[in-house]
């Protein structure tokens, strides 16, 4: 997969509401799948299952099976690459005009 079709990936994973409440009850720390379930009281358990399918091939969250349960864990890497290449940006920029416009204010 290109890096563009990965970011593709990461942002239709990200548009979807229920997967982005997916992704926060992960936030701290592993979830099993069970306990997915039950936070989004919406959804039945495979409608759960093939948002996790979607964060899983955007590569947001790593996949491990123990036993009977299957653990999910956030990687926050591909939001990191989106920050990045989209957000870092425009950041900096915003930062710098702040700065010259308290410099000018300052005069």
Known sequence: MSN???LDAVFKA????????LLDAMK??????????E???GLDRCTV???LKALEA????????EGRERWNHLNA??????????????????VAMLADLKARAEV
């Open 4 to 6: 563009e079709d990965a």
């Open 14 to 21: 990200l548009a979807n509401p229920a997967r982005r409440r």
């Open 28 to 37: 701290d720390g592993p979830r099993t799948t069970g306990q997915l379930c």
């Open 39 to 41: 936070s989004e009281d």
């Open 49 to 51: 299952m093939q948002h």
């Open 58 to 65: 955007a590569d947001l969250i790593i996949v491990r099976r």
């Open 77 to 94: 890497e591909p939001i990191k690459a989106v920050h990045d290449r989209w957000l870092s940006p425009y950041t900096r920029g915003a």
